[in-house]
């Protein structure tokens, strides 16, 4: 167990709607990751959050939108969604910014879109 | 950019015996860490082994151990006495030393099968 928790594991919905992904990383973590994984382009790095504030920005559409909360957990909004959407969504978190700060994955969640 | 490959999208080895997964980087920085990662069926990213690139030695844990050579950019996965649970996707990842995107970069990932 990394100590990462993701909510929920696994979601279905259809295109058009807007879905919300939790993270609560593990204790005294400041930094949160966002990446995402898919069959095509692999895993990719999304966005990243320090201490509440964005700190780095990737292949992040302008449809999906991203937060850490002052309780340092992270909620990534994908909304107007598309069957392209749809694949495993990693949080990680590390206890600073660092490169030497090991980042530890969340279990991930299943976007299923119909 | 950064970028990171893995040649191999398959391999398979059996068990007890000894594999290596390879990976090679390019980067135009001259401090950098680089990792591997395995991902098992159930789906979680766990954290293999780590190099700092200003260490010449390699590093080690356990099983594993990589094989560093920063002049040619290549950082290759050594697993011996391979076990039926060493079976999972393999990612090579890059990560710059400094400035303020701290992201991972990854490979395209090898898939490794444990033969009985």
């Known amino acids: 167990d990394s100590g990462v928790t993701q909510t929920p594991k696994h979601l279905i919905t259809a295109t058009g709607q807007r879905v919300t992904l939790r993270c609560s990383p593990r204790s005294g973590d400041l930094s949160v990751y966002w990446y995402q994984q898919s069959l095509d382009q692999g895993l990719q790095f999304l966005i990243q959050y320090y201490n509440g504030e964005e700190r780095a920005k990737g292949n992040i559409l302008e449809r999906f939108s991203a937060q850490q909360f002052p309780d340092l957990h992270s909620e990534l909004n994908l909304s107007s969604l598309e069957l392209g959407d749809s694949a495993l969504y990693f949080c990680?978190?590390?206890?600073?910014?660092?490169?030497?700060?090991?980042?530890?994955f969340g279990a991930g969640t299943r976007l299923s879109v119909l | 950019a950064q970028t990171v490959t893995q040649s191999q999208p398959e391999m398979s080895v059996q068990e007890a015996e000894t594999v290596t997964l390879s990976c090679t980087y390019d980067t135009s920085e001259s401090d950098y860490y680089l990792f591997w990662y395995k991902q098992p069926p159930s789906r979680q990213m766990i954290l293999v082994i780590r190099?700092?690139?200003?260490?010449?030695q390699n590093a080690t844990e356990n099983r594993f151990s990589v094989n560093f050579q920063k002049a040619a950019k290549s950082f290759s996965l050594k697993i011996s006495d391979s076990q039926l649970g060493d079976a999972a996707m393999y990612f090579c990842?890059?990560?710059?030393?400094?400035?303020?995107?701290?992201?991972?970069?990854f490979g395209k990932g090898t898939k490794l099968s444990v033969k009985p």
């Open positions: 190099q700092e690139a200003y260490k010449q």
């Open positions: 990842a890059y990560r710059n030393y400094g400035g303020s995107q701290g992201n991972l970069i």
């Open positions: 990680a978190s590390s206890s600073g910014g660092l490169a030497k700060n090991i980042q530890y």
